[in-house]
């Protein structure tokens, strides 16, 4: 993990306001977010039975929710494995630790937590935001990148990796690492995320390990 990111950056995921946020409530759901990883899950199926997950910026838990119950995790036929800076309430059948995912001693504690390898990584971390589109921007590419090096790290082959990054600019060396990488990359936006938000998610699928 790269120190040049760490000091610049803490995990968070942000939340917005309207009829998904009514229905999360309504749902059980902590939050909008939940709707866009089910989404996007129908779409591209990620979390299958006995699936082992990894979430990333996981508070307050509307995707580790979703990757729970679809893998099983409560009924112990899957594991979901969830990390933030802040806290989050326990979720049935999902491990959390309290950490800033950029300290460089959290993936390896993520890492003997899960105690394998993982079929997916989820990342739906964010920076504060700062109002400036370029250091905003700059930010979360950063974040992806981390996550990014953290997926290749322990994903077992024909694993999968999703990562929220912002439109106008995934960074020409991320895709290309993740291309050379993964056997399919694209991005996706699901209906869930505002219209008007710069927000997208980059999904890569087929995890070709190399080894080593």
Not at 70 to 99: H, Q, S, T
Not at 146 to 157: D, V
Request: aromatic share 4%; glycine share 10%.
């Amino acid at each position: 993990m790269s120190h040049r990111i760490g000091r610049l950056l803490k995990t968070r995921v942000k939340t917005g306001k309207g009829p998904y946020v009514a229905r999360a409530k309504r749902e059980g759901l902590r939050s909008r977010a939940a709707f866009k990883l089910a989404e996007i899950d129908v779409k591209h199926p990620l979390l299958k039975a006995g699936a082992r997950v990894v979430d990333l910026g996981a508070a307050p838990g509307g995707w580790s929710q979703v990757a729970a119950k679809r893998v099983g995790a409560a009924e112990g036929r899957g594991r979901v494995v969830a990390i933030d800076v802040l806290e989050m309430e326990p979720i049935a059948g999902v491990e959390f630790l309290r950490m800033d995912f950029l300290d460089a001693q959290a993936p390896q504690r993520l890492k003997t937590m899960l105690g394998g390898p993982a079929d997916v990584v989820l990342s739906d971390m964010a920076a504060n935001a700062t109002g400036h589109r370029r250091t905003d921007h700059l930010k979360i590419m950063a974040l992806a990148e981390a996550a990014a090096e953290f997926a290749r790290e322990i994903l077992a082959p024909g694993g999968a990796f999703l990562c929220k990054v912002l439109q106008g600019g995934t960074e020409v060396s991320l895709l290309a690492g993740l291309k050379r990488d993964f056997e399919k990359v694209r991005h996706v936006k699901p209906a869930a995320s505002r219209a008007d938000s710069a927000e997208l998610y980059l999904l890569a699928t087929g995890f070709r390990h190399r080894g080593g």
